[in-house]
T-cell receptor, first 111, second 113 residues
Framework: ETGVTQSPTHLIKTRGQQVTLRCSSQ?????VSWYQQALGQGPQFIFQ???????GRGNFPPRFSGLQFPNYSSELNVNALELDDSALYLC??????????FGPGTRLTVT | DQQVKQNSPSLSVQEGRISILNCDYT??????FLWYKKYPAEGPTFLIS?????DKNEDGRFTVFLNKSAKHLSLHIVPSQPGDSAVYFC????????????FGKGITLSVRP
């Protein structure tokens, strides 16, 4: 059984640029959630995708957007990057359960 | 407003002793509570969960206790091992499958050999 994978591992971008982060869900999981973890904080919910539709969104501006594909993999897109977007971005997958299973994350640095 | 609070940033215990990690919450609508463990450069790993209709759930060395009236839960690790040294996050979930998780800030556990 393959776990949740994310790419890239690390990324450095300049303020104002756009970035795309990718996630492959665990085998058999049809739901993907994205979280942002700032330094010294717990993960914060960005949004969730279920069967290719957004299924809930946290307190993040519209420049954070996402997609889910028919194979349940997902992308997180962030436009007009700001310095405060520097964080660890975590993807989690689940299937009809409370438990969510996380990938290793993508470390984004905005300079 | 933080709905899930882990007020102690760190805990240090001796190998073989009990580790007790505490968590408080404010939202009485939470239906499930979960504990995750996180090592550096890895994603959080699910440890154990408890439904709001229960007051205890046990899995090997890990036991979670829930006190709904106090809006408090705790994770007990017995016996503690050096490999348990990590950051532990308490998380809460609403009703229904695939509900979003609301996390605390985490507590760093160090188990001394």
């Amino acid at each position: 059984e393959t776990g949740v994978t994310q790419s890239p591992t690390h990324l450095i971008k300049t303020r104002g640029q756009q970035v795309t982060l990718r996630c492959s869900s665990q085998s058999g999981h049809n739901t993907v959630s994205w979280y942002q973890q700032a330094l010294g904080q717990g993960p914060q919910f960005i949004f969730q995708y279920y069967r290719e539709e957004e299924n809930g969104r946290g307190n993040f501006p519209p420049r954070f957007s996402g997609l889910q594909f028919p194979n349940y993999s997902s992308e997180l897109n962030v436009n007009a990057l700001e310095l405060d977007d520097s964080a660890l971005y975590l993807c989690a997958s689940s299937y009809m359960g409370v438990e969510q299973y996380f990938g290793p994350g993508t470390r984004l640095t905005v300079t | 407003d933080q709905q899930v609070k882990q007020n102690s940033p760190s805990l240090s215990v001796q190998e073989g002793r009990i580790s007790i990690l505490n968590c408080d919450y404010t939202n009485s609508m939470f239906d499930y509570f979960l504990w995750y463990k996180k090592y550096p450069a890895e994603g959080p790993t699910f440890l154990i969960s408890i439904s709001s209709i229960k007051d205890k759930n046990e899995d090997g060395r890990f036991t979670v206790f829930l006190n709904k009236s106090a809006k408090h839960l705790s994770l007990h690790i017995v016996p503690s091992q050096p490999g348990d040294s990590a950051v532990y996050f308490c998380a809460a979930s609403g009703d229904g499958a695939n509900s979003k998780l609301t996390f605390g800030k985490g507590i760093t556990l160090s188990v001394r050999p």
